[in-house]
C-alpha cells in the first residue's frame, strides 16, 4: 500500500469550509467584542453619574450646615435623604479625619481612597468578594471648615451581569463558528457539485471517445470557461489523434511502394542466374529506391520534430532576392531541360533560418517548374504588404488545382489528383514543409489557383522572424 503523501494540499471542499467558518467566527467576535464594550462603557457610564449626583448631594447637605458639629447631630436625617440609592454608601469626616458620618461598610479600607481623588475619574475596588466604585470630594461647612467625603458606589450586581454576558458571547461565537462550518460545508459541497459533473464526464473521455463534449450552457456562469476550454482541449487532442492516425496510414502507404518495388526487384533478380549487368541494374534501381526511402524518412523527421518545438530557428539577416538567386541557379538544368523561363523580381530581408528559408523557397521553386509545361514562365515576385511582413509570390501556369483539393494541398503525403496520373516523382511532403518552416517563423502560406491558367504560392513571413515554440 502507498503511503499517503505528507505534503499533498488539503481539498478545496475543507479550505472553503474552514475559510468560511473562520470569518464568521472573525465577524461574530467583532460584533460581540463591540458589544461587550458598549456594555460596559453604559454601566461604568451610569455608575459615574450616580457618584456625581451622590457627591453633589452631600456636598450640599454639608454646606447647608453651619459646622461639624451640627451635621453630626443631624446624621440620622442626612442618612435617610441619601439612602434612597441602597447601593451607594458614604462617610463624612472632618478636616482633621474625625469621621462626623458613615454609611461605608464596616471594615472597608480607608487606603482604597488614596487613589480616588476625582470623581469625574473614579477607580474600581474589589473587597469583601465585591466590586466597587469609589471616589473622595471636598466639601464646606458653612462656616468654611473643610469637609472629606468619600462615596462608594456596589458595582458587583452589573458587573456579574457582564461577566455572564461575556461568557454568553463566547459561546455564542463558538456555536456560531460551529453552524457555520457546517452550513459552510453544506453550501460548499452544492456548490462545487457542477465541479464534480464536469471531472465525472471528463473521466468518462477516452482516446475512443474524443468526441464527446462538455456543455458550457449546464455550468454556472465561473465554470463555463474552464469548460470551453476543456472542449477546445479535447478538440485540439482529438485533431491531434486524427492526424496522427492519418499519419500512420500515410506513412505506411508511402513506405509500401518502394518496398514492394525492392522487394519485387530483388526477387526478380535473384529468381535465376544473372549477368554482372543484370545484377548491377537491379542495383542502380534499388539505390534509387533507398534514396527515396532516405529523403522520405528525412522529410518525416524534420515534420516530428517540428511538431514538438525541437527544430530551433538560427535566426540571421536574409536577402530573400538573393536567396532566390541561388534556387534559380540551382534548378538550371530542369530549367532550361523544359524550356522555362524564370523572371525574378522584387527585393526584401527578413530575419530568419537562413538553411530552413532555402528549403522553404526551394520546394515551391521545385513545385512550380515540376508543373508548368514547356516554355512556360514562372514567376518570383518579393514584396512587402505591410511594414511588418514580406512575401514571396511564387506564380506559375500549367493545369492548376482543383478548387476541391485546395484545402488539402499542404497536408502530408497528399498529391494532387493530377501528380497522381502524371506520376511525377514527389513524397508529398514538400508543401507540408513548406507550411512547418513558415509557421516556424511565425508566418504562413498560403495558395490561389486557376486551373489552366496559373497558381500561385504566397510565402509571407515577418521581418523580425520569431522563434519557435
Not at 40 to 57: F, P, T
Not at 87 to 104: D, H, I, W
Not at 171 to 197: D, F, Y
Not at 281 to 305: G, K, P, T, Y
Request: include cysteine; charged fraction near 20%.
Amino acid at each position: 500500500m502507498t503511503a499517503a503523501r505528507s505534503d499533498a494540499p488539503i481539498s478545496l471542499t475543507a479550505t472553503l469550509v474552514v475559510l468560511f467558518a473562520a470569518v464568521s467566527v472573525a465577524v461574530l467576535a467583532v460584533t460581540n467584542a463591540f458589544v461587550f464594550f458598549f456594555v460596559e462603557q453604559q454601566w461604568r457610564n451610569s455608575a459615574q453619574q450616580d457618584l456625581e449626583v451622590g457627591g453633589n448631594a452631600l456636598r450640599m447637605l454639608v454646606a447647608s450646615n453651619p459646622d461639624a458639629g451640627s451635621f453630626a447631630t443631624r446624621g440620622g436625617t442626612i442618612t435617610t435623604e441619601l439612602g434612597k440609592n441602597r447601593r451607594l454608601t458614604f462617610s463624612v469626616s472632618t478636616g482633621a479625619g474625625v469621621v462626623l458620618l458613615s454609611t461605608l461598610p464596616k471594615g472597608f479600607p480607608a487606603e482604597a481612597f488614596y487613589q480616588a481623588a476625582d470623581i469625574e475619574h473614579p477607580v474600581d475596588w474589589q473587597w469583601d468578594q465585591r466590586h466597587f466604585s469609589i471616589a473622595e470630594i471636598t466639601g464646606h461647612f458653612a462656616d468654611t471648615s473643610v469637609a472629606g467625603l468619600r462615596l462608594a458606589l456596589d458595582v458587583t450586581e452589573p458587573r456579574d451581569i457582564q461577566g455572564a454576558y461575556s461568557r454568553a458571547l463566547v459561546l455564542i461565537t463558538v456555536a456560531g463558528g460551529l453552524i457555520a462550518a457546517v452550513l459552510g460545508l453544506v453550501a460548499v459541497r452544492q456548490g462545487l457539485e457542477p465541479l464534480r459533473r464536469m471531472a465525472t464526464a471528463a473521466g468518462q473521455i477516452t482516446a475512443s471517445r474524443l468526441g464527446e463534449r462538455l456543455r458550457p450552457e449546464d455550468t454556472p456562469a465561473e465554470l463555463s470557461e474552464m469548460a470551453s476550454n476543456f472542449n477546445g482541449m479535447l478538440e485540439r487532442l482529438e485533431d491531434s489523434f486524427r492526424r496522427l492516425n492519418d499519419f500512420s496510414s500515410d506513412i505506411a502507404h508511402e513506405l509500401r511502394t518502394p518496398i514492394n518495388n525492392l522487394q519485387g526487384q530483388t526477387q526478380v533478380a535473384l529468381s535465376r542466374a544473372r549477368s554482372s549487368d543484370d545484377y548491377r541494374s537491379v542495383l542502380e534501381l534499388n539505390a534509387e529506391e533507398f534514396e527515396r526511402l532516405s529523403h522520405m524518412i528525412q522529410d518525416m523527421l524534420f515534420l516530428a520534430q517540428a511538431d514538438n518545438a525541437q527544430a530551433a530557428l538560427n535566426l540571421e539577416e536574409v536577402n530573400l532576392a538573393a536567396e532566390c538567386a541561388k534556387i534559380i541557379e540551382y534548378f538550371e538544368p530542369v530549367i532550361e531541360e523544359g524550356r522555362l523561363c524564370v523572371e525574378l523580381r522584387g527585393q526584401g530581408s527578413v530575419h530568419a533560418d537562413r538553411l530552413l528559408l532555402q528549403r522553404a523557397l526551394a520546394n515551391l521553386v521545385s513545385n512550380a517548374v515540376r508543373n508548368s509545361p514547356p516554355g512556360a514562365l514562372v514567376q518570383i515576385e518579393i514584396a512587402a504588404p505591410n511594414a511588418q511582413q514580406v512575401s514571396v509570390d511564387i506564380v506559375n501556369p500549367g493545369p492548376g488545382i482543383p478548387a476541391e483539393e485546395l484545402p488539402r494541398i499542404f497536408d502530408r503525403f497528399y498529391r494532387t489528383r493530377g501528380a497522381r496520373d502524371r506520376k511525377l516523382e514527389g513524397t508529398g511532403l514538400g508543401l507540408a514543409i513548406v507550411r512547418t518552416i513558415a509557421r516556424l517563423h511565425g508566418g504562413d502560406v498560403a495558395v490561389q489557383s486557376n486551373p489552366e491558367v496559373e497558381t500561385r504560392f504566397r510565402l509571407v513571413l515577418p521581418r523580425e522572424g520569431a522563434t519557435a515554440a
